[in-house]
């Protein structure tokens, strides 16, 4: 019995030791994508800027994408904590508001992200969601494919330029997007 106690601590602080790692590693990448170029971010200085040695950096990861990608994955469901997901709802203008408020907000990383080359990535990653999802039949999930698509177009395109507020920009993608108002636009 005592044992399996030790056992179940050092496990436990196992996970608790990698979990700090793992959060240090991706502060490190944030902080350094606000001083070079991604392509200018090596593991070494990954690991030297996080204090985290290559050997325990090998042996939870492969390359330094998979440390751009938790942060593309966290800054995404932040985003759905903060204004709702845009596939359980039919998402309404101050729902785009809302969105594009938030990408203001957080223009500067999602500038950075995206010059990392995670552009193609962040929307692989929205993809895989939808594709994911058993319960949507195959007009649903064609919708949200174009969805993701159009809107991460829209977002990349508005924050290279920022020539619309975001009320405008927000008032053309609920046009754009809205399934109701493209029907009505049809008949």
């Known amino acids: 019995m005592n044992k399996s ?7 436990k602080y196992s996970k608790e030791i990698q979990q700090e790692m ?3 590693l991706e502060k490190s990448m944030f902080k350094l994508l606000f001083q070079l170029p991604y392509k200018k971010i090596t593991i ?4 030297r800027e996080a204090n985290v040695s290559r050997m325990a950096y090998y ?3 492969t390359d330094k994408d998979q440390i751009l990608e938790r ?5 995404n469901k ?5 204004i709702g997901s845009p596939f359980n709802i039919i998402p309404d203008l101050n729902w785009y508001k809302n969105l594009f408020k938030y990408i203001y907000d957080k223009k500067e990383i999602i500038q950075h992200l995206f010059e990392a080359g995670f552009f193609e990535k962040y929307l692989t990653i929205l993809n895989e969601v939808v594709l994911k999802n058993k319960n949507a039949n195959d007009f649903e999930t064609i919708r949200h494919l174009v969805w993701n698509g159009g809107i991460i177009n ?10 619309l507020s975001i009320d405008e920009i927000a008032d053309y993608c609920y046009r754009s997007f809205n399934p109701y108002l493209i029907l009505k636009k049809a008949i």
Do not use: M, P, Q
């Not at 070494?44 to 690991?47: D, V």
């Open 154 to 163: 829209a977002v990349k395109y508005w924050l290279n330029h920022l020539n």
């Open 44 to 47: 070494s200085l990954l690991c």
């Open 22 to 24: 793992e959060d240090r």
């Open 59 to 61: 042996a939870h990861f």
């Open 71 to 75: 942060l593309v994955i966290k800054l």
């Open 78 to 82: 932040d985003l759905i904590a903060a």
């Open 5 to 11: 106690k030790n056992t179940i601590g050092l496990l």
